[in-house]
């Protein structure tokens, strides 16, 4: 690993936003309207409940919705970046290059980690301007949580991107759409226990569900949940690898059948 | 670092094949580089030039057969071999909305270049583009953009130089510019540059030896007089295309 190769990488990322008005907007654009659309119907839902004063519903729907965000945040930190450079032609540059896959991912990751810091302090301070909601008064809970969605949210990202290093520009979709085949499963709104006995054989293996599942344990006020954090961290470490593995191997598949100079050129 | 030595050639190929999902797109090449040596790979769409570099680059891995690069197994010692080679194609770009200096800033920090500034500053100059450096990328003509993508393959000092197609897209008093400048480039560093064109007026002027490409396979090597007079002809346009329309004719076996 060479850090000065890493640096320039990240530097290059942030040239990229720096220059452009739309890549910054879509930072904010997408969870400012979940945080609006989300909100104003869960304030609507307490209102039809008759419900007063702060609802658990409320907090469960708006931390939610902030804490997918945050997954949501690190797999598109990861594959936006590959595509980024595929979109600019720019992929046989970086790859022609003394570049280890390694420290293209990583610089992928502190990508990712700058854009979900964004994402947190808009949404954290927009939720406590329009909804008097303070997502902090999770305490110091969120830091293992956050961490344990990031993880994810990588792991997410080396899939996605090895998948579209594999089936080119035509599997651009998943960017935006793998993250969303798993939030039915993964409990993201609603608790473990809604879904039928067979789904939550699945949920249980995602680690998401078990951040989930502990961020409304919180919410009840029964504290942080220490089987919850070690399951979801377990579960992410075993992603993790496998995700780098299939990275690793599509990175291979792809020098196999001219796939990068493909996806550089096109 | 291993160094290559003097005699040790920079590249040695052996026996290459590539072969994608069972269309052969290099049969069995093999061929050698000497230090200091721009080489010309020519031939027709579909002769293996583009795949061969693409090896060369690590880019595609092979089917069979051997490259070394610096007395160095390519697949075992890419990331080095790489941190010492450059390129430039006119089918990349640099990313249209970074300044010139920024993706010169960005590339350099990729090959760690030192006192990087000071180099950006002296091949702006060399290539007669320092006044481009504060504007975007996608502001400047293909030509002003060629020169940048080459003031980027020479940012690392490399000591062998991959040019794909690099006065594809030049008019003819630019591309005569580049051109010169190459050769006095290589003069002065001795840097070994691979060089693939379909202008063969540019091969027959920069090249000192070149490689015909026919299916995957070399037809002809030596430097260009050589070829041209192997193929009875007049120029290397005229090689050009007599290979293209009849290379099943001249004995190549497929």
């Known amino acids: 690993?060479?850090?000065?190769?890493?640096?320039?990488?990240?530097?290059?990322?942030?040239?990229?936003?720096?220059?452009?008005?739309?890549?910054?907007?879509?930072?904010?654009?997408?969870?400012?309207?979940?945080?609006?659309?989300?909100?104003y119907v869960t304030l609507y839902l307490?209102?039809?409940?008759?419900?007063?004063?702060?609802?658990?519903?409320?907090?469960?729907?708006?931390s939610?919705?902030?804490?997918?965000?945050?997954?949501y945040r690190a797999q598109?930190?990861?594959?936006?970046?590959?595509?980024?450079?595929?979109?600019?032609?720019?992929?046989?540059?970086?790859?022609?290059?003394?570049?280890?896959?390694?420290?293209?991912?990583?610089?992928?990751?502190?990508?990712?980690?700058?854009?979900?810091?964004?994402?947190?302090?808009?949404?954290?301070?927009?939720?406590?301007?329009?909804?008097?909601?303070?997502?902090f008064s999770?305490?110091?809970?969120?830091?293992?949580f956050f961490a344990n969605l990031v993880l994810m949210g990588w792991a997410l990202g080396m899939v996605t991107t090895a998948l579209i290093m594999r089936w080119g520009q035509a599997a651009e979709a998943l960017a935006w759409g793998v993250p969303f085949l798993l939030q039915p499963v993964a409990a993201v709104f609603y608790p473990l226990d809604v879904l039928p006995r067979w789904v939550q054989l699945i949920a249980v293996c995602i680690p998401a569900t078990h951040v989930f599942e502990g961020m409304r344990q919180v919410l009840r006020g029964e504290g942080?949940?220490?089987?919850?954090?070690?399951?979801?961290?377990?579960?992410?470490?075993?992603?993790?690898?496998?995700?780098?593995?299939?990275?690793?191997?599509?990175?291979?598949?792809?020098?196999r059948k001219g796939l990068l100079a493909k996806l550089g050129t096109q | 670092m291993v160094r290559a030595t003097m005699t040790e050639p920079v590249v040695q190929v052996e026996h290459l094949r590539?072969?994608?999902?069972?269309?052969?797109?290099?049969?069995?090449?093999?061929?050698?580089?000497?230090?200091?040596?721009?080489?010309?790979?020519?031939?027709?769409?579909?002769a293996g030039k583009t795949t061969t570099i693409q090896v060369l680059l690590g880019l595609t891995t092979p089917t069979s057969g051997s490259v070394r690069v610096f007395g160095l197994d390519l697949e075992r010692h890419r990331c080095e071999i790489l941190h010492r080679c450059n390129f430039c194609s006119a089918y990349t770009a640099l990313p249209a909305n970074l300044r010139v200096r920024e993706n010169l800033r960005v590339m350099g920090g990729?090959?760690?270049?030192?006192?990087?500034?000071?180099?950006?500053?002296?091949?702006?100059?060399?290539?007669?583009?320092?006044?481009?450096?504060?504007?975007?990328?996608?502001?400047?003509?293909?030509?002003?953009?060629?020169?940048?993508?080459?003031?980027?393959?020479?940012?690392?000092?490399?000591?062998?130089?991959?040019?794909?197609?690099?006065t594809a897209s030049l008019d003819p008093n630019i591309a005569d510019k580049v051109r010169k400048l190459l050769r006095k480039i290589q003069r002065e560093q001795g840097i070994t540059m691979i060089y693939t064109s379909h202008n063969m007026r540019d091969v027959e002027e920069v090249c000192d030896r070149v490689l015909f490409l026919h299916r995957g396979r070399i037809i002809a090597e030596g430097t260009p007089q050589e070829v041209i007079a192997k193929f009875n002809q007049k120029s290397l346009e005229e090689v050009f295309i007599t290979v293209a329309r009849s290379g099943d004719l001249l004995g190549v076996e497929t």
């Not at chain 2, 502001?139 to 130089?161: D, F, I, M, Y």
Request: proline residues 4%; charged residues 15%; glycine residues 6%.
């Open chain 1, 224 to 255: 942080v949940s220490s089987t919850s954090l070690t399951a979801a961290f377990a579960l992410n470490v075993v992603y993790l690898v496998a995700a780098a593995l299939f990275f690793r191997y599509m990175f291979g598949v792809a020098r």
């Open chain 1, 64 to 71: 939610a919705m902030i804490f997918w965000d945050i997954l």
């Open chain 1, 46 to 62: 307490q209102r039809v409940s008759n419900i007063s004063g702060p609802s658990r519903v409320f907090m469960f729907l708006l």
């Open chain 2, 110 to 166: 990729l090959y760690g270049v030192p006192d990087l500034f000071r180099k950006m500053d002296e091949l702006l100059a060399l290539f007669e583009i320092g006044h481009l450096k504060d504007k975007t990328t996608g502001q400047l003509s293909s030509g002003e953009s060629t020169r940048v993508n080459l003031c980027k393959a020479l940012l690392n000092t490399p000591e062998l130089l991959l040019l794909d197609e690099p």
């Open chain 1, 1 to 39: 690993m060479s850090w000065h190769r890493i640096q320039a990488l990240v530097l290059r990322y942030t040239y990229l936003y720096a220059r452009s008005v739309p890549r910054v907007t879509e930072i904010f654009f997408w969870p400012l309207m979940d945080l609006l659309v989300w909100g």
């Open chain 2, 18 to 46: 590539k072969e994608f999902n069972g269309t052969v797109a290099v049969a069995d090449v093999s061929f050698h580089v000497g230090r200091g040596e721009i080489v010309g790979v020519l031939g027709p769409n579909g």
């Open chain 1, 76 to 135: 598109q930190g990861v594959t936006l970046s590959f595509l980024e450079d595929v979109w600019a032609r720019n992929l046989l540059n970086v790859f022609v290059a003394p570049v280890r896959v390694g420290e293209f991912v990583l610089a992928t990751y502190i990508v990712g980690l700058v854009r979900i810091a964004i994402t947190i302090c808009v949404l954290s301070v927009l939720a406590y301007a329009l909804y008097s909601f303070n997502i």
């Open chain 1, 138 to 144: 999770l305490g110091m809970s969120l830091l293992p």
